[in-house]
Nanobody
């Protein structure tokens, strides 16, 4: 059983910062891509940022220069440092990982989501 547990969401004023964390646990052989998606009310889920096991990084244009993704492979953890937050960043943020387990090769797994609200 694989679990992705997110933390670090909350309420922040415009211009503020938050750091999201996501820990992957369970029976894991390896983790390929890890990343963050978000979904605002009435919108589709969209990719925010991703990072491969080799360190290749991808950002949505809307967050480039403000968000930084990183991962600690030893701890099976991915982070998202969010700076200069804007009201339009308000959404539920979901952790994603593509994981090789004894049962499945490179299956997609999702966290439960953490709310980020940017408001004065």
């Amino acid at each position: 059983q694989v679990q992705l547990v997110e933390s670090g969401g909350g309420l922040v004023q415009p211009g503020g910062s938050l750091r999201l964390s996501c820990v992957v646990s369970g029976s894991i052989i390896s983790i390929d891509v890890m990343g963050w998606y978000r979904q605002a009310p009435g919108n589709e889920r969209e990719l925010v940022s991703s990072i491969t096991s080799g360190g290749s990084i991808n950002y949505a244009d809307s967050v480039k220069g403000r968000f930084t993704i990183s991962r600690d492979n030893a701890k099976n953890t991915v982070y998202l440092q969010m700076n200069s937050l804007k009201p339009e960043d308000t959404a539920v943020y979901y952790c994603h990982a593509r994981i090789w387990t004894p049962a499945y090769y490179n299956r997609n797994y999702w966290g439960q989501g953490t709310q980020v609200t940017v408001s004065s």
